[in-house]
C-alpha cells in the first residue's frame, strides 16, 4: 500500500509563491505517475499537474508557465511550485499517485491566494 503525505499549502496573496511537497511511503515501486489535482468549492476535482516516472510533464493550460512540478525518485516526493498566483488558483490541492493497478490520493492541502 501507498501512503501520499502532503505539506506545504497555506495563505499568499496574489503574486505570492508556495511549494507543495508529497512524499510517498509504502510500496513506493509501484507508483508511474505522481501529480497535482485541485478542487475549489463546488467544483470538480481537476488535474493541475502530472510528471512521469521517466520525469515527462503534463499542466493545466490554467497553470502553464506559473507552476512547475517535479520529482525526486529517490526520495518518493512529488513537488509543486506555485509562483504568480491568483485568487482563482485558491483550492484544495491532492496529491495523486498512479500505481499499476490503483490510484492513491493525499488527505489534500488548502491553498488560498487572497487578492
Known amino acids: 500500500q501507498v501512503q501520499l503525505v502532503e505539506s506545504g499549502g497555506g495563505l499568499v496573496q496574489a503574486g505570492g509563491s508556495l511549494r507543495l511537497s508529497c512524499a510517498a511511503s509504502g510500496s513506493t515501486l509501484s507508483i508511474r505517475d505522481m501529480g497535482w489535482y485541485c478542487q475549489a468549492p463546488g467544483k470538480q476535482r481537476e488535474l493541475v499537474a502530472l510528471?512521469?516516472?521517466?520525469?515527462?510533464?503534463q499542466y493545466a493550460a490554467s497553470v502553464k508557465g506559473r507552476f512547475t512540478i517535479s520529482r525526486d525518485n529517490a526520495k518518493n516526493t512529488v513537488y509543486l511550485q506555485m509562483n504568480s498566483l491568483k485568487p482563482e488558483d485558491t483550492a484544495v490541492y491532492y496529491c495523486?499517485?498512479?500505481?499499476?493497478?490503483?490510484?492513491?490520493w493525499g488527505q489534500g492541502t488548502q491553498v488560498t491566494v487572497s487578492a
Open positions: 510528471v512521469t516516472r521517466g520525469g515527462s510533464t
Open positions: 495523486y499517485a498512479r500505481e499499476l493497478l490503483d490510484n492513491k
